[in-house]
């Protein structure tokens, strides 16, 4: 099935869509998790912090270590992070061309849209080559009143780009993205490979995913400009 309406823009989640990030990221809180005392395996960590920002799960990780969330604990989370991202991500199988073919499409009307801080965010698209597409429309939840699945920084990032939220298509790969995009207002398109770090297509379209894809070699088709 092929969307029949066309949009204005295209806003892109970064992690897990753009990046193939999320085993990394997961890698390394499981193991600041496990020096606290929680051991997770790979596929409980995912299932637990996928799509959201660690600083949102303090109350869970305090609940199950018995140990604050400090601001020196996240510092040293970042860090370490950081250092494996650096050393390790590439991207999305298929993503920097079909950003590319999405950017020339919409004349430039794209955006990354991410629950990630800063940083984090630009450290990927810079490492894996998708940051000439994106310089100037990167947006973080972490600099909004609040992050996925609120729809902030979906509507920063339409207003940024002078476009109505309904016209806009969003393209996420977690619940908890989905949710933001349709909260904002947005046709979303769910991602959903075989590969581990996303959620399945069933709990993607129940969040209000109007189509999934697996294969970012299609997604250009699947978005036409007004």
Not at 109 to 136: H, N, T, W
Not at 162 to 184: I, K, Q
């Amino acid at each position: 099935m092929t969307f029949s309406g066309r949009f204005d823009a295209v806003l892109f989640d970064c992690d897990g869509v753009l990046v193939d990030s999320e085993p990394i990221t997961n890698g390394v809180l499981r193991d600041m998790l496990a020096e606290r005392g929680w051991p997770l395996t790979p596929q409980e960590c995912m299932r637990l912090f996928i799509g959201k920002a660690v600083k949102d799960e303090a109350a869970l990780i305090e609940a199950r270590t018995g140990q604050p969330v400090t601001d020196e604990w996240l510092a040293s989370f970042r860090a370490r992070r950081d250092v494996q991202l650096r050393a390790r991500v590439g991207p999305i199988r298929g993503a920097v061309d079909a950003v590319a073919a999405i950017h020339a499409r919409f004349g430039g009307r794209i955006a990354c849209a991410s629950g990630a801080d800063r940083g984090k965010v630009e450290l990927q698209l810079d490492k894996c080559g998708l940051m000439p597409y994106f310089r100037g429309r990167v947006f973080s939840g972490h600099e909004l009143p609040r992050s996925k699945p609120a729809p902030d920084v979906y509507l920063a990032a339409a207003a940024a780009l002078g476009v109505d939220p309904r016209r806009c298509a969003v393209v996420e790969d977690t619940v908890t993205g989905v949710t933001a995009g349709v909260a904002a207002g947005a046709t979303v398109f769910g991602y959903s490979p075989p590969e581990a770090g996303h959620d399945a297509p069933d709990a993607l379209r129940k969040a209000g995913a109007v189509q999934v894809f697996a294969d970012m070699a299609t997604l250009a088709d699947l978005l036409p400009a007004a």
